[in-house]
C-alpha cells in the first residue's frame, strides 16, 4: 500500500480573522474583529442585554456573522421601516439558511473549500462544530446555490455551480445518533423548499418522515438524496448501493470504507469529520485507527486533513 503524502490544510491564526457586523439600535453599522469586540464595552453589553431574561430592551437577531438590535420601543411605535427591515433578513434566512453558514475558522474554512482531495478530513475537539460545518459541505454539494449568498459573498467559502442531482451517504456509529442528532442538524441547513414533505414546516397534506428504523433515506425535490447508515450495521449494508460522495461522522469501520470507496465518483468522494481523543462510549474516536494512520491506497490520490 503506497502513502501519499497528506495536503496540510492552514491552521487558525494564519491570516483568518473573521469580521462581525452588529447593526445597533440607532441603525448604524459597525465592523469589528471579535478581538475588537471583547475591548469594546458597549458591544458587550448589546449581548448581555440580548441574553438577559425578563425586561431587557432589546430584541436581538443573528444571521452568520451579522447581528441586529433593535429597540423594542421601536416596535411598540409601529416603526414599519424596522419591522420590515428585519422581516426582510429574517424570510431569506429561514429560507435559505445555509446561505448563512459560517465557517468558524481557517481550517473549517479550508475544508469547505478542498475540491481536488479524494478524502477531505475535518478534525477537532468534541462540540466545536465539526458535525455542522460537514453538513455544510454536504448540503452545498447536494443542492443549486445562489452566488449572492453571504457564505459566497462575506464568509471565504468558494461558490460552487450546480452539476445535478447528487446521491450521498451520511454515516455515523449508531442510527439513534443518527435520528437524535444528525437529523436536526442537517433540516436546520437545507432549505425548505428542497426538504419537500420532510420540512418540519410543511403544512399541506402529505407530509412526510424518514423511515429510521428500515433502509432511512431523505429524497430531496431538486433530485438528490442522503442515505443514513451506522457503523452497527453489518458491512455488507454499506456495499448496497452506489453514491457519488460519502460524509462519515468519526471514523467507520475500514471494510465499510472499502465498500463505499468502490462505489463513489465525486471529489471529494470522502469528507470524514473527526474526533482527535477519545471519547467515553464512542469507539469510533481516537488515535490509533486506520483513518488516523492516513495509509492510502486503493485508488486515492489524495487526502486533505484540517
Sequence with gaps: MNRTQPLKCKKDGTGFEPI???????????????????????????????????????FSYTYGRTLIFLDKEAHKANDESCRDS????????????????????????DFLNDHTADICILRGGNQRGKTATGIAK????LI????????????GVKYREWTGPKKMMFGIYKMGTLEQKI?????????????????????????KKVTWNRNPAL??????????????????VFASDTFDFAHWDEQPKLAQFHEVNERVSYKPGHRITMTPHKIKGNPHTGAGTWVHEAELGWGLESLAIC
Design 20 to 58: 462581525f457586523e452588529f447593526v445597533l439600535p440607532d441603525r448604524t453599522m459597525r465592523k469589528v474583529t471579535y478581538a475588537e469586540y471583547l475591548e469594546d464595552p458597549y458591544l458587550r453589553s448589546l449581548i448581555a442585554d440580548g441574553r438577559q431574561g425578563g425586561d431587557h430592551k432589546l
Design 219 to 236: 429524497p430531496l425535490t431538486c433530485g438528490g438524496s442522503i442515505r443514513f447508515l451506522a457503523y452497527e450495521q453489518d458491512d455488507d
Design 86 to 109: 428585519v422581516d426582510m433578513i429574517r424570510s431569506e434566512v429561514e429560507a435559505f439558511p445555509i446561505g448563512f453558514f459560517a465557517p468558524s475558522g481557517q481550517r473549517p474554512l
Design 144 to 155: 443549486p446555490c445562489n452566488p449572492e449568498w453571504p457564505i459566497f459573498t462575506k464568509y
Design 138 to 141: 454536504d448540503v452545498l454539494d
Design 183 to 207: 437529523w436536526p442538524e442537517i433540516i436546520k441547513w437545507i432549505p425548505d423548499v428542497y426538504l419537500g414533505a420532510y420540512s418540519p414546516k410543511w403544512r399541506k397534506k402529505g407530509k
